[in-house]
């Protein structure tokens, strides 16, 4: 089992950039699947990026390709969301996730077994 603490959420201006972290308990890091997904005020939550456990393959949804960037730290059991040129349409919850069964990347929440409490991230205009 893992347990996942997200960090790094905020107040921001339209254009600036966010570091999300999330610190993941458990000896077997490496071996999990990572995402992110977020949800919105009103929305259902929905898929931003995932990692696959060597680094080597990542996935991001079309609304954030090119802007934000995932990646892992497995010796510090730690993913980072890097968020740049942020909108207020990215205003959301992010949440963390992690699952061991998925082999590689994973764009679906239905795969992970494991989540964060979520971090606020707001975007002013």
């Known amino acids: 089992q893992v347990q996942l603490v997200e960090s790094g959420g905020g107040l921001v201006q339209a254009g600036g950039s966010l570091r999300l972290s999330c610190a993941a308990s458990?000896?077997?890091?490496?071996?999990?699947?990572m995402g992110w997904f977020r949800q919105a005020p009103g929305k259902e939550r929905e898929f931003v990026a995932s990692?696959?456990?060597?680094?080597?393959?990542?996935s991001y949804a079309d609304s954030v390709k090119g802007r934000f960037t995932l990646s892992r730290d497995n010796a510090k059991n730690t993913v980072f969301l890097q968020m740049n040129t942020l909108k207020p349409e990215d205003t959301a919850v992010y949440y963390c996730?992690?699952?061991?069964?998925?082999?590689?990347?994973?764009?679906?929440?239905?795969?992970?077994?494991?989540w964060g409490q979520g971090t606020q991230v707001t975007v002013s205009s």
């Open positions: 996730a992690a699952d061991y069964r998925l082999g590689s990347t994973w764009d679906y929440q239905d795969g992970y077994a494991y």
């Open positions: 458990g000896a077997t890091f490496w071996r999990y699947t």
């Open positions: 990692i696959s456990w060597t680094g080597g393959s990542t």
